[in-house]
């Protein structure tokens, strides 16, 4: 067996139920969501952990857990070659990038795949063509899938850009091909500030994503952001497993996502889906996947991107088909053919998820960093939550300040939507700001109610008075603070907002709503 190779290993991995012991390259809700649903099909898991999450409930979860390095990503979770490294001292046979970190390296993908090691997740090749929207874009093309009006190349002449933009008509967005996490995006007025932005949006894109390309599309008015999450096996079946709506968003970044979308009629949905599926074809796409469009007034629906990988959102779907997306990525990574055709699925009920992070709603997002003081998770019928921190444990500030994934399912939307509000009133979270309250402003708004809202919801009609209660009492007790300072009474250390605070604080509003 001396001539043994890596490509050897390759065919037996396909061949055979290989995948005996997976090792989750990420960390947090993620890591611990995967590693559940490896357990459930007698799958042994490794867990990699950087010195900021020594105590996180991944690295217990897990049957066995290493550590990479110090905090920060570049010195620990994005390691590849160590992790990959990791896998052959332990005997691993399958790595699970999750979402973000690695998830979308091709390079990292190919090396994996190189070492026998199978990568829970599509082709390199498809993950390069993807992870340009530009090369996305012309792949997609040819296969009748409805494209925003826009350059189908990177600018590189200023002045031929400006008669393009002008042809498209403003207002235009510039938009990095590399993009991703809504940066290196910029919306242009008029032909006055293209120049600008346009540098704008390369020095961005230069920056975060070390690739300068930026091309032009249309800005769509009034556009609402629909995905399709696609699931697709090694023998060229895909199928889709219907809408998430994203709409409400903050700086292009999701804050709510729900399925089915309010607006989306059965003939839509079909045809939006059949869309997804051919994107899909036009990469050879196998695993789980994601393609987003996005929509306009009149419902028409144009590509935006695909995303290589397992979604923050993918809960919503799971909830409405019954389906366990990981466990569908590891039976595809087996080299098995989907169980189910697309006539079979069907939509169950409505779900909704709100993404709880760390940050002000009153203080422009502000990352906010601190212990979880309190940390109580609402329970009962149709709630889940997807977290990966315990009560007494640091927020680090190295990572995506996401606390944890609230998820519902009710029998309809308005279902839906009171199981959420019950849920976010029955969290409890104290010792670090968090956006459970933002959440709920939006669940609660007669516009989200209707379903008629698009990308622009937070910016139209949220604003941080709105979140009365604790602006009024927050300003109640700076007042209250301030006397006691000039009365030069000692008061008790400021802290950050808790909800033992706050009931007392509604208390206090009450005694003072007759002065209203
Ligand atoms: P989703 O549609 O799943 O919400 P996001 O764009 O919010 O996708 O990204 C999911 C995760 O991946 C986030 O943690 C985000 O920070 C990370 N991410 C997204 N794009 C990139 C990128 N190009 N490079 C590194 N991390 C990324
Ligand atoms: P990213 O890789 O950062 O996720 P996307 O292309 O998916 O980039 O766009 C992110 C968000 O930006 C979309 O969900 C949408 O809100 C907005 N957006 C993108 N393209 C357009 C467009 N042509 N017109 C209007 N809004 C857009
Ligand atoms: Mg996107």
Redesign the pocket.
């Known amino acids: 067996m001396g001539s043994f190779e890596a490509g050897d290993l390759q065919i037996i991995t396909k061949k055979g139920k290989q995948l005996k012991k997976i090792l989750v390259a990420n960390r947090g809700e993620i890591a611990l969501r995967v590693m559940r649903s490896a357990r459930e099909m007698g799958i042994k898991t490794v867990a990699v952990y950087s010195e900021a999450d020594r105590n996180s409930p991944h690295v217990r979860y897990a049957d066995e857990a290493v550590l990479l390095g110090p905090p920060p990503s570049n010195q620990s979770y994005l390691l590849g070659d160590k992790i990959i490294e990791v896998c052959k001292e332990l005997e691993v046979d399958g790595i699970h990038p999750g979402y973000g970190f690695l998830s979308e390296n091709a390079i990292f993908c190919q090396k994996v795949t190189d070492a026998g090691i199978k990568f829970i997740g599509p082709s390199p090749e498809a993950i390069t063509v993807m992870g340009s ?1 530009l090369a996305a874009k012309n792949a997609v093309a040819k296969f009748n899938v409805p494209l ?1 009006p ?1 350059t189908e190349e990177a600018i590189t002449d200023i002045e031929k850009a400006k008669t393009t933009a002008a042809e498209i008509g403003f207002p235009i ?1 510039i ?2 091909s590399a ?7 910029r ?1 242009v007025a008029n032909i006055g500030e293209f120049e600008e932005q346009m540098k704008m949006a390369q020095g961005e894109a230069r920056s975060a994503f070390g690739d300068d390309a930026v091309f032009i ?5 009034s ?1 609402k ?1 629909i995905e399709v999450q696609i699931l697709g096996d090694e023998h060229g079946n895909i199928v889709y497993l219907f809408e998430r709506e ?2 409400v ?1 903050r700086r ?3 804050v709510v996502e729900e399925a089915p979308s309010p607006v989306i009629t059965p003939e839509l949905r079909k045809k939006i889906g059949e869309s997804a599926v051919n994107v899909a074809k036009a990469c050879n796409y196998y695993g789980a996947g994601t393609v ?1 469009f ?1 929509v306009d007034d009149q419902l028409n629906f ?1 590509f ?2 695909m ?1 290589t990988r397992l979604q923050v959102e993918h809960p919503v779907t799971e909830m409405i088909t019954g389906f366990d997306l990981v466990k569908e990525q590891i039976k595809i990574a087996r080299g098995e053919a989907l169980s189910f055709k697309q006539e079979e699925l069907r939509i169950n009920g409505h779900a909704i998820e709100i993404r709880v992070y760390a940050e002000d709603p009153t203080n422009n997002f502000l990352p906010d960093i601190g212990t979880l003081v309190t940390y109580k998770k609402p329970e009962g019928n149709g709630i889940r939550v997807d977290d990966g921190f315990e009560e007494g444990m640091t927020i680090p500030i190295y990572y995506d300040p996401m606390i944890s994934k609230l998820i519902v399912h009710g029998k309809t939307r308005e279902d839906a939507i009171h199981k959420m509000v019950r849920a976010i009133d029955e969290y409890k979270i104290t010792g670090v700001k968090n956006t459970l309250k933002f959440c709920k402003f939006v669940i609660e708004h007669e516009q989200f109610k209707s379903g008629k809202f698009d ?1 622009h919801f937070v910016q139209q009609y949220y604003e941080p008075s709105l979140l009365s209660v604790e602006k009024e009492d927050e300003m109640l007790v700076a007042a209250m603070v301030s006397t006691l300072l000039l009365k030069n009474v000692k008061t008790p250390s400021p802290n950050t907002e808790t909800s033992g605070e706050l009931s007392q604080k509604s208390n206090w509003k009450k005694n003072r709503s007759n002065l209203r």
């Open positions: 929207k925003v826009g967005l938009k990095a993009g991703g996490g809504g940066k290196g995006m919306i599309e249309k800005y769509v008015t556009p952001h994203c709409s968003q292009h970044q999701k987003e996005i144009y935006l991107e995303n990308t």
